[in-house]
């Protein structure tokens, strides 16, 4: 039997999120999922010990950068609890890369910070960048199937609440679902909040403000505005692709 519980978030989280798990919200949401896991476990991505991933690989003190998803890949062999990552062992050019990492690819490589080498960012949660999709589970074929179960409201306090206590974050707010949490962020000072399509598909193109620019010969910048916001703060950068990430920033100068 499957179980969902506060001490499943991990303490520093939990105390961010304050009085939330005596909330009606969080009764419903526990029930909701402990319901789904006792009938379908074997259907749900990820795995249950997998729910907070994101959380687990960055904590409050470290987070410099949140990227918000919608839910969880729906494919087999794809979700890892991080927005947007995916196992390294996916080839790049196999079908099962989705376009979404394809795009955001695309962008790191416009903007000069090379090409990922594989669909795994745990390298960017460690970092400091939180990976956060907005509903935490989903049916396998299924997509957006958890929506409903209650996995907003805690997401929203999580949003409300991180943006509230640290200053100078970046949100990066890919396609309308993102956008839509926009209020939570506003709500806060001195957040830089960076909006534009969503990177999937050819969605990419298709807004006053695409993620990449039609014909594919810039991007949104949103990876070196982050950066150059960063430093501004007084912060290390983040290493997006290797070592490239620092092309053109030239931050270790001393002078002559």
Not at 19 to 44: G, H, K
Request: aromatic share 8%; glycine share 8%; charged share 15%.
């Amino acid at each position: 039997m499957h179980s969902l519980s506060a001490d499943d978030i991990p303490e520093d989280w939990h105390a961010l999120l304050g009085d939330y798990f005596e909330s009606d919200e969080w009764q419903t949401l526990q029930t909701n999922l402990r319901a789904e896991l006792n009938n379908n476990a074997e259907d749900i991505r990820p795995e249950p010990q997998n729910f907070f991933k994101a959380l687990a690989l960055t904590p409050p003190i470290k987070v410099k950068v949140v990227i918000l998803g919608q839910d969880p890949y729906h494919f087999p062999g794809l979700a890892q609890g991080l927005a947007f990552s995916i196992p390294s062992n996916i080839p790049t050019n196999s079908r099962q890369f989705p376009s979404s990492l394809r795009n955001i690819s695309k962008a790191l490589t416009l903007e000069g910070f090379g090409t990922l080498p594989s669909g795994d960012l745990h390298a960017w949660a460690e970092q400091g960048v939180l990976l956060l999709n907005t509903a935490l589970s989903v049916n396998l074929g299924e997509a957006g199937s958890h929506t409903n179960l209650g996995w907003k409201s805690l997401i929203d306090r999580l949003i409300s609440a991180l943006a509230l206590q640290k200053p100078h974050l970046v949100w990066m707010l890919w396609g309308s679902h993102a956008q839509s949490k926009l209020p939570l962020i506003e709500a806060a000072p001195n957040q830089l909040i960076l909006q534009s399509s969503h990177p999937s598909g050819l969605g990419v193109y298709k807004t006053d403000r695409p993620f990449l620019e039609p014909g594919g010969m810039a991007s949104c910048g949103h990876f070196t505005k982050a950066n150059e916001w960063l430093i501004k703060q007084g912060l290390e950068p983040i290493i997006w692709v290797g070592r490239n990430n620092l092309m053109g920033l030239d931050l270790f100068s001393t002078g002559d």
